[in-house]
């Protein structure tokens, strides 16, 4: 008898164990930005055309990081960026051949040709075309790049 209890305790623990697992499973996917590549987000934005918001980094940057794991895991932020653009993490020093425009290219040249990078972290802000574009350089707080996705979107309404 006391066996049976113990299994059925152990049982219980494993099944309540696997529901809070999937649970806060599920809650992190919605905490985290939708990132696509560029070939990506170049293919869904001629059928679903959106804005494009490019985080280019660097992998040794500390402040790369940290707008990471604060501005960019912030729900507010999260979900603007998943609602309005078209969101790809770009490294600044990769040198693997990706298409851009029908041309191939780096994210290097992109980076520094096209963007005109002179700092890690930098913002990158593009219409669904992916024609015009404004970075903004630096860190940025919750607060300021909520404002930056919000105002960039509402001045370029047209696509």
Not at 70 to 93: F, Q, S, T
Not at 112 to 119: E, H, I, Q, S, Y
Not at 120 to 125: G, I, Q, R, S
Request: include cysteine.
């Amino acid at each position: 008898m006391k066996t049976k209890k113990i299994i059925g305790l152990g049982i219980f623990l494993l099944i309540t164990a696997y529901i809070v697992f999937i649970v806060k499973g599920g809650t992190e996917e919605k905490d985290k930005i939708n990132w696509v590549t560029l070939e990506e987000a170049q293919e869904l934005s001629a059928k679903a055309p959106k804005k494009i918001f490019i985080d280019v980094y660097a992998q040794w940057c500390t402040y790369c990081k940290k707008m990471d794991k604060e501005a960019l895991r912030n729900p507010k932020v999260v979900d603007y960026i998943n609602a309005n653009y078209y969101a790809i993490k770009m490294d600044g020093e990769d040198t693997k051949k990706v298409m851009f425009k029908g041309k191939k290219t780096t994210y290097q040249d992109i980076v520094f040709d096209l963007f005109k990078v002179k700092a890690y972290p930098t913002l990158v802000f593009m219409d669904s075309g992916f024609n015009t574009h404004v970075s903004s350089e630096g860190y940025h707080s919750t607060d300021k790049l909520d404002f930056i996705l919000r105002d960039f979107n509402e001045k370029n309404r047209v696509n």
